[in-house]
Every structure is written in structure tokens, then in C-alpha cells.
T-cell receptor
Framework: DAKTTQPTSMDCAEGRAANLPCNHSTISGNEYVYWYRQIHSQGPQYIIHGLKNNETNEMASLIITEDRKSSTLILPHATLRDTAVYYCIVRDKAGTALIFGKGTTLSVSS | GAVVSQHPSWVICKSGTSVKIECRSLDFQATTMFWYRQFPKQSLMLMATSNEGSKATYEQGVEKDKFLINHASLTLSTLTVTSAHPEDSSFYIC??????????????FGPGTRLTVL
């Protein structure tokens, strides 16, 4: 079973920041937080990952709380092409398969 | 990032026939490949984990005799849906993990194969 809880859906206006929350209260010390997204009828796309520090790349920022029980994915300037299902996944570094929960459907509108 | 391809991207077949889906890692060697299935409006469900040169490990509820997985090389894994029926219609997605990968973001996904069984 997925170890994360995410809202079912969120809306965001184009050009605004999209903040997607994720709860992972049972995360263990060696587990990373990954974010993937899936645009309709495509394979999942890697966005970002983190262990305990905040992370930023060209796509997004990941904010992890100090107790690591929750995190937020931030898309700083959402575009229509960011409309997708966003999955928050926790997994250890050992490399077992990623287990997907239901994710958050983000709808970006103009 | 590393590229994973799948072939075909979509296939339509008659009930009772078998369908083979290929998954290739194009620019890296994959010691482990994963197969997922996704029904409409649902999340990805892991079907099996395949290690090169050994038998696949299937998730509970997935019939190994129906979904044959072969991982004969470090760049190719195949999923064969045998005696397909309409309820097998789904979106099949493979994922590959690079050989010797130690980083935590080493699982790369293919674009998926849409199977429709008439």
C-alpha cells in the first residue's frame, strides 16, 4: 500500500504557483520522498526527490518539514502543460519498485 | 535523463490471441525492469519485477502464466499477455533501473502501451 496521502484534486491559475501537499507520517529515516507526474496517456515523468533538505531543480521545488512527516511540491509558475496527476512516493534507496498511490490531479486553467 | 522505449505504443487484438510488448533501455543497461498496469482513471499498479537473467517476481494477484515476462538482456524486457481477454485491456507501462545505480532517482519509465482486446 502507498505510504502517502494526497488531496484528490487541486486547481491553479496559469502563471501562479501550484503548491501540492503530501503527508507521509510513517516515513522512516532511510526513505526518500519522490515526486512524479503523469500527463494523460503517457508514462510517469520524474520531477524531484529529497531526503530531508529542501531541493530545487529546473522543474520544481520540494519543501520537506523538519519532522519529515509531510512535504510540498511547488511549481513556481504553473502553465497549462503542467496539468497532470502528481504522485508523491516514499521509498528507500535500496531500489525496490516505486509504489504509486492515487495522486493529486492538478488542473491549470487560463 | 535515461530513455526507455516501448513497442508497440498501442495494439488492438482479438480475444484469445497473445500480445507481446517490448521494453528497451536505449542509453543505459538495466539490471532490473518493472512492469505496471493502469486501468482508466486509476493509478499505476505494479505487476512484476524482472531481473536480467532470472525469473520475474510477480505481485500478489498477478497470474504469472498469463503475463509472461522475459528479461534476457540488459536492455530488453518483454511482457507477453497470453490468451488475452477484454478484461486485460489496459495501459501497460515498463520502468527500468540502471545497472550499478546508487542514486535514488534511478527508475525511468517508458511511454506506455495501450492494449485493447476485442
Amino acid at each position: 500500500d502507498a505510504k502517502t496521502t494526497q488531496p484528490t484534486s487541486m486547481d491553479c491559475a496559469e502563471g501562479r504557483a501550484a503548491n501540492l501537499p503530501c503527508n507521509h507520517s510513517t516515513i522512516s529515516g532511510n526513505e526518500y520522498v519522490y515526486w512524479y507526474r503523469q500527463i494523460h496517456s503517457q508514462g510517469p515523468q520524474y520531477i524531484i526527490h529529497g531526503l530531508k533538505n529542501n531541493e530545487t531543480n529546473e522543474m520544481a521545488s520540494l519543501i520537506i518539514t523538519e519532522d519529515r512527516k509531510s512535504s510540498t511540491l511547488i511549481l513556481p509558475h504553473a502553465t497549462l502543460r503542467d496539468t497532470a496527476v502528481y504522485y508523491c512516493i516514499v521509498r528507500d534507496k535500496a531500489g525496490t519498485a516505486l509504489i504509486f498511490g492515487k495522486g493529486t490531479t492538478l488542473s491549470v486553467s487560463s | 535523463g535515461a530513455v526507455v522505449s516501448q513497442h508497440p505504443s498501442w495494439v488492438i487484438c482479438k480475444s484469445g490471441t497473445s500480445v507481446k510488448i517490448e521494453c528497451r533501455s536505449l542509453d543505459f543497461q538495466a539490471t532490473t525492469m518493472f512492469w505496471y498496469r493502469q486501468f482508466p482513471k486509476q493509478s499505476l499498479m505494479l505487476m512484476a519485477t524482472s531481473n536480467e537473467g532470472s525469473k520475474a517476481t510477480y505481485e500478489q494477484g498477478v497470474e504469472k502464466d498469463k503475463f509472461l515476462i522475459n528479461h534476457a538482456s540488459l536492455t530488453l524486457s518483454t511482457l507477453t499477455v497470453t490468451s488475452a481477454h477484454p478484461e486485460d485491456s489496459s495501459f501497460y507501462i515498463c520502468s527500468a533501473r540502471a545497472a550499478g545505480a546508487g542514486g535514488p532517482n534511478e527508475q525511468f519509465f517508458g511511454p506506455g502501451t495501450r492494449l485493447t482486446v476485442l
